[in-house]
């Protein structure tokens, strides 16, 4: 069974750092490019950031930009995203998902990712 584990959620405080990882059960991550989305209470799905096969390429949306960081450890067969600055905006659901399709780069765009984990929760609060 293909899987998807969030892992590294938590409580921070403004200006803290989280670091989650998303690890793969049952398939090779190194043959997806990968992608966290987030989802805030009472909203959408939104994009944070992608990363290619071999990690390549990434990209970030701008709320993120400077301080996130997406990489993958593909011996590991994990995948990070390391926030560093967090903000109260940043409260959400987090998930990874997984693209089979494409090759040497990646999209954040929702409708490309064929696999997703259960999220897991970031809350910024004082």
């Known amino acids: 069974q293909l899987q998807l584990v969030e892992s590294g959620g938590g409580l921070v405080q403004p200006g803290g750092s989280l670091r989650l990882s998303c690890t793969g059960s049952?398939?090779?991550?190194?043959?997806?490019?990968m992608g966290w989305f987030r989802q805030a209470p009472g909203k959408e799905r939104e994009a944070v950031s992608c990363?290619?096969?071999?990690?390549?390429?990434?990209n970030y949306v701008d709320s993120v930009k400077g301080r996130f960081t997406i990489s993958r450890d593909n011996d590991k067969n994990t995948v990070y995203l390391q926030m560093n600055d967090l903000k109260p905006a940043d409260t959400a659901n987090y998930y990874c998902?997984?693209?089979?399709?494409?090759?040497?780069?990646?999209?954040?765009?929702?409708?490309?990712?064929?696999?997703w984990g259960q999220g897991t929760q970031v809350i910024v609060s004082s």
């Open positions: 998902a997984a693209d089979w399709r494409l090759f040497s780069s990646c999209s954040v765009s929702e409708g490309q990712y064929e696999f």
């Open positions: 049952g398939f090779r991550l190194d043959s997806y490019a």
């Open positions: 990363i290619s096969r071999r990690g390549s390429t990434s």
